[in-house]
């Protein structure tokens, strides 16, 4: 690799690893030498960009480009241009694609550029007297762009102004900013990249002064009944996952419609590409119905008019609802409309907000170059479970911690209900740091409290709008017969593996029932992991058979209260996980405790004690997540099964 690159990998990383430089994997960077440019392809992210995501091309071919006469018509010019981008290639089999702005990189005379969308910048861009602004910050310290369309059109006017600007001052222009745009930075090393950009946030932080802090706020329990009737209005064509966020910025500019305006046009671009070019506005005045009476038919028509789904749903007393195909574009539309609040509020310091005109925003909305960069980098999941919303309580470790890990492979969304907090936090967060565009999500939740179990799916619906399965396998085993069991410990065992799967049903089927009522004949899940245990007695072993009996009477209760809103209720009966925790637990797992409750009759060590309970398996071995899973996916999969306890014993148990 040559030492340029790895320079141009580390400043690349540098900014874009910084919201308030770059969202998305948005901006671009780039190095030249006499005979090549390399240049950021389209869909690569600048936070975790290598050499592979920079696209050589020859300067030569692409000089030919800004001599060219191409067609008058916008989009058969921009299709023109693109294919002589492809053209300019040194190595097309990669299949890379130049970013649409590699001209205007190759026309600043330095070896380095970095283009980014500061959130700064754009406050003074994207503010009423920007061009006036700029001349006093910064006079002939930079070149001024006003708008103009990406593309070729842009690169012609910045070319014309680029000469105009060697003409009068006799030097290289290092700074270009470009209106509702960003900011261009070139230098001959990426030392005085950073510095010349330092100079030009300073510069713009000391005209901007102080603006309200962003404070996280508290949102209103009525989302559990609204956000889930919401999802369903957008998934008539796949699922979505949406996001409920509420601070004090939303606060601000949903407090009046006049307010809403402030954010409600996009400034630059990149809020067209993610979000779409309108929002939609309501208001929230306590009366849930109403609210979403007026949201159906609001979406119903802008689904029509656009036609697309909307992304952004604005509620004055809720909040900001985000909508994306799956989590990461969810993550993706917080952070482009935080970009978006800030912005409002800086440009009140530069004349008040400026956003692009309806003419601009078309040009966007239509053109393929733009489409593409959002197809690469916000595209669905795959799997089994692909954009479905999954709770599995007891997530953090064992049989809980494998069927979260399988239900992330196949494209779920997944809460991980614990106790065990800094276990489960970390757990989400190795699950988290894959290329996967769905997201492992942690809340500390104790099953055995109503409460508890409430807010954690409160917080379900919050992070991702809904709840499509619901798999309680929290649970806990004290061994012992009459004699040793206190009523102390039989009281919590039915709290956690038999109250626990109630509270969890309960809350559940809640919002379950409510997206059935705005999708109707869409069926989702309750899953209870039961055990063999609940299919015959086990000997000094009562407490846990006899809330695993129960959860199976509660199961058929269950089904049949709930299948009319299409909510499948089962269990899953798995034999022994001698691998996990609950068996293999050195100093209190099942087979230290059966050896010292005299369960295995002659055991002297745990290796008797497990040695038994294999012999007792006809498939010779414990049971996996794996195999529990395969059994998850049939009852997710059919929609005519409910009220049954699914043995995956290895033939141990089998049905009459």
């Known amino acids: 690799m040559k030492p340029e690159i790895q320079e ?10 910084k919201k308030d430089f770059v969202i998305a994997g948005g901006g671009n960077t780039s190095f030249k030498d006499e005979n090549h440019i390399y240049i950021k392809a389209s869909g690569s992210s600048l936070a975790t960009i290598d050499e592979s995501g920079f696209a050589q091309l020859d300067r030569k071919m692409l000089d030919s480009i800004s001599k060219k006469r191409y067609s008058d018509e916008a989009m058969l010019r921009e299709n023109q241009i693109k294919q002589d981008l492809l053209n300019s290639r040194v190595y097309p089999e990669k ?14 005379a330095f070896r380095f550029v970095v283009h980014t969308h500061s959130t700064k910048v754009n406050g003074l861009m994207c503010g009423k007297d920007a061009e006036k602004r700029t001349t006093i910050l910064f006079g002939d310290e930079v070149v001024f762009v006003p708008y103009v369309d990406p593309g070729y059109i842009l690169f012609k006017e910045v070319q014309s102004r680029v000469n105009a600007y060697r003409k009068r001052t006799g030097i290289e222009p290092q700074i270009i900013l470009l209106q509702n745009h960003g900011i261009f930075v070139a230098a001959d090393s990426t030392d005085e990249i950073q510095k010349l950009y330092d100079k030009v946030i300073d510069k713009l932080a000391a005209a901007i002064g102080k603006i309200p802090e962003l404070i996280n706020l508290p949102i209103d ?13 957008l998934s008539a064509n796949g699922l979505k996952t949406l996001k409920v966020v509420n601070n004090s910025y939303y606060e601000l500019f949903l407090s009046s419609e006049a307010e809403y305006q402030k954010i409600a046009s996009p400034f630059i671009p990149d809020g067209i590409v993610y979000c779409n070019s309108s929002f939609l506005y309501a208001e929230f005045n306590g009366d849930t119905d109403a609210l979403l009476n007026e949201l159906s038919t609001k979406i119903e028509t802008y689904i029509k008019t656009q036609p697309k789904t909307p992304k952004i749903i604005c509620i004055k007393g809720i909040g900001c609802v985000l909508a994306s195909d799956n989590a990461l574009g969810a993550a993706t539309l917080e952070d482009v409309m935080n970009d978006t609040c800030l912005v409002s509020l800086y440009s009140e310091k530069f004349g008040g907000q400026s956003p692009m005109t309806p003419v601009q925003v078309q040009f966007i909305d239509t053109w393929e170059v733009e489409q593409y960069r959002l197809a690469l980098s916000m595209g669905a999941t795959a799997g089994r479970a692909d954009r479905k919303i999954a709770i599995v309580t007891g997530g953090a470790q064992g049989f809980g911690a494998g069927i ?10 997944v809460v991980i209900a614990d106790l065990n907090e800094e276990k489960g936090k970390e757990f989400a967060e190795s699950l988290n740091g894959g290329k996967g565009k769905n997201k492992a999500f942690f809340v500390k939740a104790d ?10 799916v409160f917080q379900t619906v919050c992070e991702f709008g809904g709840l499509d399965i619901l798999i309680s396998n929290a649970g806990i085993l004290r061994a012992g017969g009459l004699e040793e069991m206190t009523p102390e410990t039989f009281e919590l065992m039915t709290k956690v593996n038999y109250s626990g799967y109630f509270l969890c049903a309960k809350y559940a089927s809640a919002v379950m029932k409510i997206q059935n ?35 199976i009477g509660l199961t058929q209760s269950f089904a049949l209260e709930l299948m009319p809103s299409g909510i499948k209720v089962n269990s899953v009966c798995p034999g022994n996980f001698f691998d996990g925790p609950l068996w293999s637990d050195p100093e209190n797992g099942l087979f230290v405790q059966y050896l010292r409750a005299g369960k295995v009759p002659g055991a002297k060590n745990l290796n008797d004690v497990k040695r038994f309970y294999e012999a007792q398996v006809p498939a010779g071995r414990g049971c996996t997540p794996l195999d529990v899973m395969r059994a998850v996916y049939y009852i997710i999969e059919q929609e005519y099964e409910t009220g049954q306890a699914v043995p995956v014993t290895g033939g141990q148990n089998m049905l009459n």
């Not at 299949?95 to 600043?108: A, C, F, I, K, Y």
């Not at 329990?221 to 209005?233: D, E, F, G, L």
């Not at 979260?404 to 969304?413: K, R, S, T």
Request: charged share 20%; aromatic share 8%.
């Open 517 to 551: 009522k705005y999708k109707p004949g869409y069926f989702t899940d309750i899953i209870q992991i039961n055990s063999k245990s609940g299919l015959k007695g086990s000997n000094r072993n009562f407490a846990y058979a006899g809330g695993k009996f129960g959860g």
């Open 404 to 413: 979260v890990e399988n239900l992330m492979e196949n494209g779920a969304n």
């Open 447 to 456: 099953v055995s409290n109503a409460a508890s179990v409430e807010n954690l």
């Open 221 to 233: 329990p009525v989302a559990s009944k609204v956000i889930p009737a919401i999802r369903m209005m």
């Open 8 to 17: 141009l990998i580390e400043i690349s990383r540098f900014y874009g690893q």
């Open 95 to 108: 299949g890379q694609r130049p970013s649409v702005e590699t001209s205007l990189h190759d026309l600043m």
